[in-house]
């Protein structure tokens, strides 16, 4: 199973931008899909998870009320809006997935990170 960011990019404070992830590989399904950050200098972050199924989300104090997370099963993809960025929002953004793996525990992917810069 692998993971693919996109839609990273430069944009100035204020700005918005759209991630992406798409899954690919042999997936039954994806439990709990996620968006998390690593700025220079500083430990990898949760910015914001989705559920299977009903779609239930958990944002990071810090990025409420400006970024949006969404998903769509059928196509196995994940999507992150992002407005009203900050340039404390600068790091490097990863796709994270529980791919279902039963009988085995769930399979924790990442994707390989895209970087998101924030100018002021």
């Known amino acids: 199973v692998q993971l693919v960011e996109s839609g990273g990019g430069l944009v100035q404070a204020g700005g918005s931008l759209r991630l992406s992830c798409a899954a690919s590989?042999?997936?039954?399904?994806?439990?709990?899909m996620g968006w998390y950050r690593q700025a220079p200098g500083k430990q990898r972050e949760l910015v914001a998870v989705?559920?299977?199924?009903?779609?239930?989300?958990n944002y990071a104090d810090s990025v409420k009320g400006r970024f949006t997370i969404s998903r769509d099963n059928a196509k196995n993809t994940m999507a992150l809006q992002m407005s009203s960025l900050k340039p404390e929002d600068t790091a490097v953004y990863y796709c994270?997935?529980?791919?279902?793996?039963?009988?085995?525990?769930?399979?924790?992917?990442w994707g390989q990170g895209t970087l998101v810069t924030v100018s002021s």
């Open positions: 590989g042999r997936i039954r399904s994806i439990n709990t």
């Open positions: 989705i559920i299977s199924g009903g779609g239930s989300t």
């Open positions: 994270n997935a529980h791919v279902r793996n039963w009988p085995l525990p769930d399979l924790e992917v």
